[in-house]
């Protein structure tokens, strides 16, 4: 079982920055996707940004052009990092990974991102 613990978030002013981490307790190099979801108080969970299976990134269109997410198979630890953060970004961040061709899902506590105006 893959365990997965974020880290990097707290609170910003609007404008700032945050780096979320997720480490794994495995190597990343096996895992199908990996990804970022949040979820906003009163408001469904959805994903943010992703590294899919190809390699290729995703990101939800309200983060495209302020977030990039990367990797580092050294570290088993993948990121998401945010710019130009907006109070509408508030929410849990938590990131999820596929393994096994997409059979199996886990997921991490998450990491709360607070941004002030």
């Known amino acids: 079982q893959v365990q997965l613990v974020e880290s990097g978030g707290g609170t910003v002013q609007s404008g700032g920055s945050l780096r979320l981490s997720c480490a794994a307790s495995?190597?990343?190099?096996?895992?199908?996707?990996m990804a970022w979801y949040r979820q906003a108080p009163g408001k469904e969970r959805e994903m943010v940004a992703a590294i899919t299976s190809s390699g290729s990134p995703y990101y939800i269109a309200s983060l495209r052009g302020r977030s990039t997410v990367s990797s580092d198979d050294s570290k088993n630890t993948f990121y998401l990092q945010m710019d130009n953060l907006k109070p509408e970004d508030t929410a849990v961040y938590s990131c999820?990974?596929?393994?096994?061709?997409?059979?199996?899902?886990?997921w991490g506590q998450g990491t709360q991102v607070t941004v002030s105006s």
């Open positions: 495995e190597t990343i190099a096996n895992f199908y996707t």
């Open positions: 999820e990974v596929l393994v096994d061709f997409g059979e199996h899902r886990y």
